[in-house]
């Protein structure tokens, strides 16, 4: 693997935890009975960003060197469910979390919590999705090794 | 609505393209990786869904319907894929 791919990938991964985190704080800052905007709003701003770089970082990763590189080698092992289930799976879960992202961003930056409810579950799913997709990312890398 | 709808795409387009192989050439070929293919048109979808919700100002954002929609979808997919390597 190049540098600029090692890089890259670890770039990703980055990105995907700080959404991950700023997805948490975003959830547990609308449980509070008094949620502060501006973290609201910074923080959701975070998420939506920062996933859309984990999206192109590790879509090019993906694109340019997993398939060809990394796939076979787990299908090839004890683990090719790792890929096939796994890997899959995040690939197309991960879809959803931009779009899930940018809604509640959306909505937040409003300044009007009438929804609140609501918006509490979304963003509690929003960010137990992201926690499977980060474990799914840790399981594969593990297959790999 | 405009996202549920999105994911609902990507989660049929997700099993359309792995039971019909068709399909799934069809997004290589067109967008020169499949998953490329499917980034693409969930991003054309929503932008077009969010379009045409300009001329219906007054539907109201289902947050909690969103939220199942994900999770549900989410569980499918798992639950699809799981079947497809298994069986």
């Not at chain 2, 869904?49 to 798992?78: E, T």
């Amino acid at each position: 693997m190049t540098t600029f791919l090692t890089i890259l990938l670890v770039v990703h991964v980055l990105f995907g935890v700080i959404g991950t985190m700023s997805a948490y704080v975003v959830w547990r800052e609308l449980l509070r009975s008094q949620p502060r905007q501006r973290w609201l709003l910074w923080n959701s701003l975070s998420t939506w960003v920062t996933w859309l770089g984990a999206w192109l970082t590790g879509g090019y990763y993906y694109v340019v060197y997993y398939g060809e590189q990394v796939k076979p080698v787990i299908k090839a092992g004890e683990y090719a469910w790792a890929h096939s289930v796994v890997t899959e799976w995040k690939e197309h879960i991960f879809l959803f979390l931009p779009f899930l992202a940018f809604v509640l961003w959306l909505e937040l930056r409003s300044g009007q919590l009438a929804r609140r409810q609501s918006l509490v579950w979304l963003s509690g799913i929003t960010w137990f999705l992201s926690l499977g997709v980060t474990a799914a990312g840790v399981l594969i890398s593990g297959a790999v090794q | 609505m405009v996202a549920a709808l999105t994911i609902i795409f990507i989660t049929a387009l997700t099993i359309i393209a792995e039971l019909h192989p068709p399909t799934k050439d069809w997004l290589q070929t067109t967008f020169t990786h499949h998953w490329i293919g499917k980034s693409v048109l969930a991003l054309v979808v929503f932008g077009l869904l969010s379009a045409m919700r300009y001329f219906f100002p007054n539907v109201k954002p289902h947050f909690g319907w969103l939220s199942g929609v994900a999770l549900g979808c989410a569980v499918a997919l798992f639950g699809f894929f799981l079947y497809e390597y298994y069986f």
